[in-house]
Nanobody
Framework: QLQLVESVGGLVQPVGSLRLSCAGS????????IAWFRQAPGKEREGIVC????????YYVDSVKGRFTVSRDNAKNTVYLQMNSLKPSDTAVYYC?????????????????WGQGTQVTVSS
């Protein structure tokens, strides 16, 4: 099983920004599509973005499009999620996940390996 390590989230004020990272531990992320998911209290896990192994293709759900940006630095074995213009509705536990050969989809079943999750709270 691949190990994905997410950075610590935190408390951010509305319209603020936060960057999360997802690093591969003991393996290379370079061959995997990486997606970010989030789960708010009482809600199902929601896929929000993904980036393919070569960073040539990204996918965003409408709720984060224009505010969130996913990128990767394969030399650092890390994928980033830059979150801008944060809203209270973005409050959730955020997870990164790795999938082999996945294309432009954030369906959870397509991703086999998951990070431990990190809490992001947007509140004044």
């Amino acid at each position: 099983q691949l190990q994905l390590v997410e950075s610590v989230g935190g408390l951010v004020q509305p319209v603020g920004s936060l960057r999360l990272s997802c690093a591969g531990s003991g393996f290379s992320l370079n061959y995997y599509t990486i997606a970010w998911f989030r789960q708010a209290p009482g809600k199902e896990r929601e896929g929000i973005v993904c980036i393919n192994s070569g960073a040539s293709s990204t996918y965003y759900v409408d709720s984060v499009k224009g505010r969130f940006t996913v990128s990767r630095d394969n030399a650092k074995n890390t994928v980033y999620l830059q979150m801008n213009s944060l809203k209270p509705s973005d409050t959730a536990v955020y997870y990164c996940a790795a999938g082999c050969g996945v294309r432009s989809t954030v369906v959870p079943e397509r991703y086999n390996d998951w990070g431990q999750g990190t809490q992001v709270t947007v509140s004044s």
